[in-house]
């Protein structure tokens, strides 16, 4: 049975950083990724990691701000997230497989201005 557990959120004010880390068992996937949902709005990719391909995809919301990196070894996939804005204000969840297939229950990140 797969299973992610995201950790690592929290509030901070704009400028701020955090990173979230998510956990898998289970399954060993060569994508993953984090994705976040907006309070009332859909739920949007943020970045994907194709540990196959050694491939990595922001959205143009993360470029430059967030990096997404795969540790193997604990079987963990981490989301660094700098200089934070309120707009960054979501509940993120990560995801195994592309298209997604598992998700986790999520963190949630307020960022206030």
């Known amino acids: 049975q797969v299973q992610l557990a995201e950790s690592g959120g929290g509030s901070v004010q704009s400028g701020g950083s955090l990173n979230l880390s998510c956990t898998v068992s289970?399954?060993?996937?060569?994508?993953m990724g984090w994705f976040r949902q907006p309070e009332g709005q859909e739920r949007e990719v943020v970045a994907l990691?194709?540990?196959?391909?050694?491939?990595?995809y922001y959205a143009d919301s993360a470029k430059g701000r967030f990096t997404i990196s795969l540790d193997n070894a604990v079987a963990t996939l981490y989301l660094q997230m700098n200089n934070l804005k309120p707009e960054d204000t979501a509940m993120y969840h990560c995801?195994?497989?592309?298209?997604?297939?598992?998700w986790g229950q999520g963190t949630q990140v307020n960022v206030s201005s």
């Open positions: 990691d194709w540990t196959g391909g050694g491939s990595i």
């Open positions: 995801a195994v497989d592309c298209p997604p297939r598992v």
């Open positions: 289970g399954y060993n996937s060569p994508c």
